[in-house]
């Protein structure tokens, strides 16, 4: 396999001084955080992809000294993919979050130098949903409290504030992947379900739509969280809205830790207006395992904190071990960026030809008549080609013939526009 990669510049790409068009740069390295599935290890290593692993997170100084070198890089929540680093790493052609957000990943800047970003929207929808429901379960029963009691040595057998969770209302803010499927499950539990969502959404079964986040909290027994990571969700749920919700209703947030107000939460909790929580994501968190933990809300009565482990099944991070780093491979191999959440989506098929140029470049007009007169400036015959366009960022894939020789390669990535050219054959 060929591998050049480029980033915008005018000059001519620096690999090809040391690279000519049958010979094999280098093995694609691979940089793996924060303790992720085995499975895509396995996958990667596969297809001849060296693989380093890191149990814990890294900070912006030990992440670009770790990427010197390595093309792929694989991170859950903890590891920030900043501007700056993405710069000081040019190596760098493709993130994979192991997670469903990608807050964590600065996605413009990583389009901008021509790196491909991937998540994993659905594998571990499941697991947080279940979890979801089992807090709920345990907030109306008053679990946290006896289970406290009984370590304590109190025997505290009370039906007094203990309820079913059928015939309650759930409301769900946030009606994703998510948000929609803890909607079937908990009707299936017989609870009324109503939910809010910014984005003109369907509802599922008997969910009802309402109209604003106000008229749901005023109606809700539950109210649970299941809101992206975006900067505009910053503080998005704090003194106003616990101030809206039913008296005594119960809180969750299994979504994004910064989108709470936990000082608020906690006076409501003590005040009593606020029955229990369950809080999964925290505004900060320690970067591994064994590390302190301190929040505000520890030690109160019926309040469940986990760190952060909605979707921490083995089931759920086999899954998106899987997905995740099928993605990846598929970039490396075949230039596919299909479900890529920031460049263009392509979906491709083996390579047709005896190379593959994968060419990104700035939404621009006339690139594409200008990479098929370089190809035809220098005898080289197209195959198959497919393009895609997304926002500032075209992409397009072409499988040629043999003839692609240096020369066309040098014309292509001095080409006005130019993010990244890569060449696979």
Not at 176 to 205: H, P, T
Not at 290 to 318: W, Y
Not at 327 to 332: A, E, H, N, P, T
Request: net charge negative; charged share 20%.
């Amino acid at each position: 396999m060929v591998l050049v990669t480029r980033q915008a510049s005018s000059e001519a790409c620096p690999e090809l001084e040391k690279a000519t068009k049958c010979e094999t740069i280098a093995p694609v390295r691979a940089l793996l955080l924060e303790n992720l599935s085995p499975k895509a290890t396995e996958i990667l290593e596969a297809a001849d992809i060296s693989v380093e692993n890191h149990g814990g997170a890294m900070d912006e100084d030990e992440l670009i000294e770790a990427l010197q070198g390595v093309e792929l890089l694989g991170i859950r929540s903890k590891t920030q993919l900043t501007e700056r680093v993405i710069e000081a790493c040019p190596d760098l052609i493709g993130v994979g979050a192991f997670s469903i957000g990608t807050n964590q990943i600065d996605l413009a800047a990583a389009a901008r130098h021509g790196i491909a970003a991937f998540n994993a929207p659905f594998s571990n929808t499941r697991s947080v949903v279940e979890m979801a429901v089992s807090e709920m379960i345990s907030l109306t029963r008053r679990l946290p409290d006896h289970n406290r009691s009984l370590h304590e040595g109190v025997w505290s057998k009370s039906a007094a504030g203990a309820h079913e969770i059928r015939g309650r209302t759930l409301g769900i803010v946030g009606y994703g992947n998510i948000g929609s499927q803890l909607s079937v499950i908990a009707e299936a539990l017989g609870m009324n379900v109503i939910f809010y969502d910014s984005a003109e959404k369907l509802a599922l079964g008997n969910a009802t739509r309402m109209p604003t986040l106000e008229s749901l909290l005023r109606e809700a027994d539950i109210v649970t969280l299941h809101v992206d990571g975006r900067k505009g969700n910053q503080g998005f749920f704090g003194v106003e809205q616990f101030d809206a919700m039913k008296q005594g209703a119960l809180f969750l947030n299994l979504s994004r830790g910064f989108i709470v107000d936990i000082e608020s939460l906690k006076s409501r909790l003590e005040s009593g207006a606020i029955g229990g929580a369950a809080i999964d994501v925290f505004p900060e968190e320690p970067k591994k395992t064994g590390d302190p933990f301190e929040s505000p809300l520890q030690h109160m009565p019926n309040v469940i904190l986990t760190p952060h482990i909605g979707g921490s099944t083995e089931e759920a991070q086999r899954d998106i071990g899987i997905f995740v780093a099928t993605r990846l491979r598929d970039y490396v191999f075949h230039a596919s960026t299909s479900l890529s959440v920031n460049l263009p989506n392509l979906s491709l098929d083996q390579v047709q030809g005896s190379h593959r140029v994968a060419h990104l470049h700035e939404n621009i007009p006339g690139v594409l008549a200008a990479v098929n007169q370089v190809f035809a400036a220098h005898n080289v015959n197209i195959d198959a080609q497919l393009l895609g366009t997304r926002g500032e960022l075209g992409y397009v894939v072409t499988d040629v013939a043999s003839g692609l020789d240096d020369d066309a390669i040098r014309a292509l990535s001095s080409m006005p526009g130019t993010v990244r050219l890569r060449v696979l054959s």
